[in-house]
Nanobody, 124 residues
Framework: EVQLVESGGGLVQAGGSLRLSCAAS????????IAWFRQAPGKEREGISC????????HYAASVKGRFTIYSDSAKNTVYLQMNSLIPEDTAVYYC?????????????????WGQGTQVTVSS
């Protein structure tokens, strides 16, 4: 079974940084695309970044591009999201997710395996 566990969330001041981790198990790491989503209360789930580990392909939503960086460590079966220049609008529960895809990661509607989420709160 695919299991994903997020960690690294917390409370930070605007302008600060956090690094989220997504520890994966139960599947061949390079055969899956992994993405970060976020959801604020009462708002739609938003896919913000993804990575295809096999080829190193990455993608960022406009809302986070230039501020967030996604990267992976295949030896640890872990994907990270480095978040810099945080703003209050980044406040949300952040989830990692996975779907089986060798090359692509940008089909945000296709993700079907989910972690439990980690809360990120950015104060103004």
């Amino acid at each position: 079974e695919v299991q994903l566990v997020e960690s690294g969330g917390g409370l930070v001041q605007a302008g600060g940084s956090l690094r989220l981790s997504c520890a994966a198990s139960g599947f061949t790491f390079d055969d899956y695309a992994i993405a970060w989503f976020r959801q604020a209360p009462g708002k739609e789930r938003e896919g913000i970044s993804c990575i295809s580990s096999r080829i190193g392909l990455t993608h960022y939503a406009a809302s986070v591009k230039g501020r967030f960086t996604i990267y992976s460590d295949s030896a640890k079966n872990t994907v990270y999201l480095q978040m810099n220049s945080l703003i209050p609008e980044d406040t949300a529960v952040y989830y990692c997710a996975a779907y089986r895809s060798t090359y692509y990661c940008t089909g945000y509607g296709l993700y079907d395996n989910w972690g439990q989420g980690t809360q990120v709160t950015v104060s103004s």
